[in-house]
């Protein structure tokens, strides 16, 4: 092809999945610098991205290069949420939802998991400025949503025909390269320890404000959905419900 010239297949793909993760790390290389504006922390927090093998594993390890490009769009879509909120400038949260959207087109099942529920997890527990009544709030959501379904349509499109037609997967898979089959990392990660930690945690803050109804949550709020949705993970992981996907 034009862009790999003479490469073959395999080191065309390669080739494109170190590119991606390296445009992964450069992504979110910007996002750790636009929120904490400090180049060392930035640099070392990319550092831990880079040697951590849920960044990477897929890519190289078990070949799923199409859906593992999408991770992405994360920081990218993340950095424009922020900015959002620190200038109130609504242009900001069309750009982050071009970016969901991208990562939507680019692989439509995880694409909306790994990118679009994360983002608009944050825009729903994140404080708005006083400005921005509920109603508002609500309605730049839903056209963040609707524009990054756009964007997105023709994959979801492709998806959802197939499940409704009944040809979007063929049954559990049984090879080891598939998605199902957790590598070591993830096994560790799914470890009944990490749901007992979550839970305790998400418990611990709902009881906490029982009792002390008047103590302020709002700082760690956005933390306790994230590791909700990342709980959630496991959980279906244990279920054997995303094994065909």
């Given at each position: 092809?034009?862009?790999?010239?003479?490469?073959?297949?395999?080191?065309?793909?390669?080739?494109?999945?170190?590119?991606?993760?390296?445009?992964?790390?450069?992504?979110?290389?910007?996002?750790?610098?636009?929120?904490?504006?400090?180049?060392?922390?930035?640099?070392?927090?990319?550092?831990?991205?880079?040697?951590?093998?849920?960044?990477?594993?897929?890519?190289?390890?078990?070949?799923?290069?199409?859906?593992?490009?999408?991770?992405?769009?994360?920081?990218?879509?993340?950095?424009?949420?922020y900015l959002f909120f620190k200038t109130q400038n609504t242009k900001f949260l069309i750009a982050s939802s071009l970016s969901t959207g991208l990562s939507i087109f680019?692989?439509?099942?995880?694409?909306?998991?790994?990118?679009?529920?994360?983002?608009?997890?944050?825009?729903?527990?994140?404080?708005?400025?006083?400005?921005?009544?509920?109603?508002?709030?609500?309605?730049?959501?839903?056209?963040?949503?609707?524009?990054?379904?756009?964007?997105?349509?023709?994959?979801?499109?492709?998806?959802?025909?197939?499940?409704?037609?009944?040809?979007?997967?063929?049954?559990?898979?049984?090879?080891?390269?598939?998605?199902?089959?957790?590598?070591?990392?993830?096994?560790?990660?799914?470890?009944?320890?990490?749901?007992?930690?979550?839970?305790?945690?998400?418990?611990?803050?709902?009881?906490?404000?029982?009792?002390?109804?008047?103590?302020?949550?709002?700082?760690?709020?956005?933390?306790?959905?994230?590791?909700?949705?990342?709980?959630?993970?496991?959980?279906?992981?244990?279920?054997?419900?995303?094994?065909?996907?």
């Amino acid at each position: 092809s034009p862009l790999f010239g003479n490469l073959d297949t395999a080191s065309a793909m390669e080739v494109f999945a170190i590119g991606s993760h390296l445009a992964f790390l450069i992504a979110s290389l910007v996002l750790f610098f636009v929120i904490s504006e400090n180049v060392p922390l930035s640099l070392i927090l990319v550092f831990v991205l880079f040697i951590t093998p849920a960044t990477f594993y897929q890519l190289f390890a078990e070949g799923f290069v199409v859906a593992s490009i999408a991770q992405v769009f994360l920081p990218i879509s993340l950095a424009f949420i922020y900015l959002f909120f620190k200038t109130q400038n609504t242009k900001f949260l069309i750009a982050s939802s071009l970016s969901t959207g991208l990562s939507i087109f680019t692989h439509p099942t995880m694409g909306p998991l790994t990118v679009a529920l994360p983002s608009v997890a944050i825009l729903l527990a994140s404080s708005w400025k006083k400005n921005w009544k509920n109603s508002g709030k609500y309605f730049l959501i839903a056209i963040y949503l609707l524009l990054a379904a756009a964007i997105g349509s023709s994959t979801l499109y492709y998806i959802f025909s197939q499940i409704l037609g009944g040809s979007a997967s063929s049954g559990p898979c049984d090879n080891p390269a598939c998605w199902g089959d957790y590598p070591q990392h993830l096994i560790r990660w799914f470890s009944v320890g990490t749901l007992v930690a979550a839970a305790t945690s998400i418990l611990a803050v709902i009881v906490t404000k029982l009792i002390k109804p008047k103590v302020n949550l709002a700082p760690i709020k956005v933390s306790v959905i994230v590791l909700f949705v990342l709980s959630l993970y496991p959980i279906a992981a244990y279920l054997k419900l995303i094994n065909d996907f």
